[in-house]
């Protein structure tokens, strides 16, 4: 079992490290950052959390607040009523890929959510079309699909990503 706690400054060499191993095997990020520890906390972030096991850094998540070109506020806002702002983005969710298969991708997503209703607000993401194992998860702990949509990325490229909205918790 992980233990899941808010990701410190100190933290972020091994988030690196980590998140390398996992774009090695899955290609996450699509676009590898310039620079990765910038990447892993973005303008608007509210928190991140680490998760570890056997004394390592085992996965990662962020909680923002809604960034250009995040399509799932606008969905759920459109679907709800509820104003965009009532929404918090989950982002830069990766377990390593040694330590899959112990549910900590689902043990860090209930951290972000948790604190995101801590704030009023409701869990949001948008995720690769092609990210089928991510996309899996959360259809197995309950996520709606709000939609699909195309995002145009600063490098040029364009992506198919489907948008969801966690649980009414």
């Known amino acids: 079992m992980a233990t899941v706690r808010r990701r410190r400054p100190a933290d972020l060499a091994?988030?690196?490290?980590?998140?390398?191993?996992?774009?090695?095997?899955?290609?996450?990020?699509?676009?590898?950052?310039?620079?990765?520890?910038?990447?892993?906390?973005?303008?608007?972030?509210?928190?991140?959390?680490?998760?570890?096991?056997?004394?390592?850094?085992?996965?990662?998540?962020?909680?923002?607040?809604?960034?250009?070109?995040?399509?799932a506020p606008g969905l759920w806002s459109h679907r709800t009523g509820g104003r965009p702002e009532l929404?918090?983005?989950?982002?830069?969710?990766?377990?390593?890929?040694?330590?899959?298969?112990?549910?900590?991708?689902?043990?860090?997503?209930?951290?972000?959510?948790?604190?995101?209703?801590?704030?009023?607000?409701?869990p949001v993401l948008d995720v690769l079309a092609t990210d089928t194992a991510a996309v899996a998860l959360y259809h197995r702990l309950g996520w709606t699909r709000l939609g699909t949509v195309d995002q145009h990325w600063p490098s040029g490229r364009t992506v198919q990503v489907h948008c969801f909205a966690a649980p009414r918790g």
């Open 14 to 71: 091994d988030c690196v490290r980590v998140l390398g191993d996992v774009h090695t095997a899955d290609r996450y990020p699509a676009d590898w950052p310039d620079r990765p520890a910038d990447w892993l906390t973005p303008d608007g972030l509210l928190a991140a959390w680490v998760a570890e096991a056997d004394g390592r850094l085992a996965g990662h998540v962020g909680l923002g607040r809604s960034a250009p070109g995040d399509a």
């Open 87 to 122: 929404t918090a983005v989950i982002g830069r969710l990766y377990v390593a890929p040694a330590a899959r298969g112990h549910r900590i991708g689902a043990q860090l997503l209930a951290s972000a959510v948790a604190h995101a209703r801590a704030l009023g607000l409701h």
